[in-house]
C-alpha cells in the first residue's frame, strides 16, 4: 500500500452470521476505498461488480478525476490550466516523469521525440501489404504490434532503453499513423522534418505532396494540439485498463500499447466521436436540421439516440467539453468554413442546451462531441477520429506502464466471475444423445 493512503477506520462485514473487518483507506483527493484483497480468502465470496464500475484495481499518481464536481488534473494540474498554457509535448512530459519540464528537460524530450519520429526503412514494405481502403486503426495496431521486432527490447530494461522507448512511441505513433492515411488514398509517405514541431509535423505529414505544399493554421495546430492535450489521458478507462492488463503479464511494451490500441477502436470508447459524424451525415441525408432527431432522441422507444451528450463519469459537465467548445466556436466561424453537418451540430447544441428534458438529465455535450466537430473542420477524415485520439492518448498509456512496471511489485491481474453455466455433466456417446 501507497504510504499517501490513510488507515480509516475497519469496515465490519456480517456473512452468514460470522463478522469479518476489512480494511479501509483514503486517497489524498478524500476518495474511500475498502479492502477486500483478502475477502475470497477468509469468507469464500467474491465482490460482482459489472463493468469495475465500483472497484478500484490499482493506485495511481497520474490522473484525478471527481465526476460529480466536474474536475480533471492531470499530476494535480487543472485540465483548463494545462489546455491554456501548456503544449502536448510539454504535457506528454508531466504525464509520464511527473513533473512539467524545465527548459532543458523541455527541450531535450522535444529533440529526442524529433529524432525519434522516423521508423525503420524496412516497416515501409509492411503498409504496401495492405488493402486499399484498410481501416488506419487497424494498420495502426498491427505497426505498433511489429515494432517489437524491428527494435527488440532486452531482458532487463535500464534506464536509457525505457527513455528511447517511450520517445520511440510517442514520436512514431503519429509517422505511423500519417503513414496510415497516405496509404488509405494511395499517396506517396511523407517524412518528419525538423522544421516541425510535433503537431504541425503531423498534420503536414497527412496533408502535403509532392506536387501539394500543406500550409499551417495556426488556429488548427493550436486546436488539435489542445484536443491531444484533453485527450493524453483519462484514469482507468477501457483501453487504460486494457494496457494495465496487458501489462501486468509483462508482455513488451508494443504489445501492450497494442492492447490499449485495439479497447480504443470500440465505438464506445476512442469511435464516440466518429458515431457524432455518422449522426449528422444521418441527419442531412434525410434533410432535417437536427430539431426533428431532437425530438425523436427524447423517446425511447424511436431508436434514436443523441451522440456526443452525457458521460458515463461526468454526472454534471465534461470540462473537457468546455475547453474545446471555446476553440470550437473559433473554428467554426473561420472564413472558409461551409460543412452543412457543421451547421447541424450548431443546431443541435443550440437546442440541447436549452431544452429542459437534457438539462434536468444533465446531458450536456462532451468531448466527443465538439472534438468530431473540430477534427472534421480541420479536414481530417472520419476515419482518422480515432487515430488521432491514440496519438494523444499515448503518453498516458506509456504513464500507466511505467508506473505499474515501478512499483513495488506486479500482480498479475486476474478477475474472478459468478459463473451462471450448466452444473457437472457426463460426457455421453453420440449415438445416445438427443
Excluded at 170 to 199: D, M, N, W
Excluded at 318 to 347: F, S, T
Excluded at 387 to 410: D, K, N, S, T
Aim: net charge negative; proline share 4%.
Amino acid at each position: 500500500m501507497s504510504d499517501k493512503l490513510k488507515l480509516l477506520t475497519p469496515a465490519t462485514l456480517i456473512l452468514d452470521d460470522k463478522s469479518y473487518s476489512l480494511p479501509t483507506y483514503m486517497g489524498v483527493e478524500g476518495e474511500r476505498a475498502i479492502d477486500i484483497t483478502k475477502l475470497r480468502n477468509q469468507t469464500g465470496y467474491v465482490t460482482l461488480d459489472d463493468g469495475y464500475g465500483n472497484t478500484g484495481a490499482c493506485e495511481s499518481a497520474i490522473t484525478y478525476i471527481d465526476g460529480e464536481k466536474g474536475i480533471l488534473r492531470y499530476r494535480g494540474y487543472p485540465i483548463e490550466e494545462l489546455a491554456e498554457h501548456s503544449r502536448f509535448v510539454e504535457v506528454s512530459y508531466l504525464l509520464l516523469y511527473g513533473e512539467l519540464p524545465n527548459s532543458e528537460q523541455l527541450l531535450k524530450f522535444s529533440t529526442r521525440l524529433n529524432e525519434s519520429s522516423i521508423i525503420h526503412e524496412d516497416v515501409h514494405h509492411f503498409f504496401n501489404s495492405f488493402p486499399r481502403g484498410s481501416h488506419p486503426m487497424g494498420i495502426l495496431a498491427t505497426m505498433v504490434a511489429s515494432l517489437s521486432t524491428f527494435y527488440p527490447l532486452p531482458d532487463q530494461l535500464d534506464a536509457d532503453t525505457e527513455v528511447q522507448i517511450v520517445a520511440n512511441l510517442v514520436s512514431q505513433v503519429r509517422t505511423i499513423a500519417a503513414f496510415s492515411y497516405k496509404k488509405s488514398i494511395g499517396e506517396p509517405l511523407v517524412y518528419p522534418s525538423i522544421k516541425y514541431k510535433y503537431t504541425s509535423n503531423f498534420l503536414n505529414m497527412m496533408f502535403s505532396s509532392p506536387v501539394r505544399d500543406y500550409q499551417l493554421d495556426h488556429d488548427i495546430v493550436r486546436a488539435i494540439d489542445m484536443l491531444l492535450i484533453l485527450h493524453a489521458d483519462h484514469e482507468q478507462n477501457c483501453s487504460t485498463s486494457s494496457v494495465r492488463t496487458a501489462g501486468s503479464s509483462m508482455a513488451n511494451v508494443y504489445a501492450v500499447i497494442t492492447a490499449g490500441i485495439a479497447a480504443l477502436w470500440g465505438p464506445r470508447h476512442g469511435g464516440a466521436n466518429q458515431e457524432v459524424i455518422k449522426m449528422l451525415e444521418q441527419i442531412h441525408a434525410e434533410g432535417g436540421d437536427g430539431t426533428e432527431f431532437i425530438n425523436q432522441a427524447k423517446d425511447k422507444n424511436s431508436g434514436r439516440r443523441l451522440m456526443g451528450f452525457g458521460h458515463r463519469v461526468y454526472k454534471n459537465f465534461d470540462p473537457r467539453a468546455q475547453v474545446l467548445k471555446k476553440h470550437c466556436d473559433k473554428l467554426l466561424n473561420k472564413p472558409g468554413i461551409n460543412d452543412p453537418l457543421l451547421d447541424i451540430a450548431r443546431r443541435i447544441e443550440e437546442i440541447a442546451l436549452n431544452d429542459d428534458y437534457f438539462i434536468s438529465r444533465k446531458l450536456y455535450p462532451n468531448v466527443d462531441f465538439y472534438s468530431g466537430l473540430i477534427l472534421r473542420a480541420a479536414g481530417i477524415p472520419t476515419d482518422m477520429f480515432t487515430v488521432l485520439f491514440a496519438i494523444g492518448r499515448m503518453p498516458g498509456w506509456l504513464a500507466h506502464w511505467r508506473e505499474m512496471i515501478h512499483g513495488e511489485q506486479v500482480t498479475i491481474y486476474r478477475p474472478r466471475q459468478i459463473y451462471v453455466g450448466e452444473t457437472l455433466r457426463h460426457y455421453q456417446d453420440i449415438k445416445q444423445r438427443v
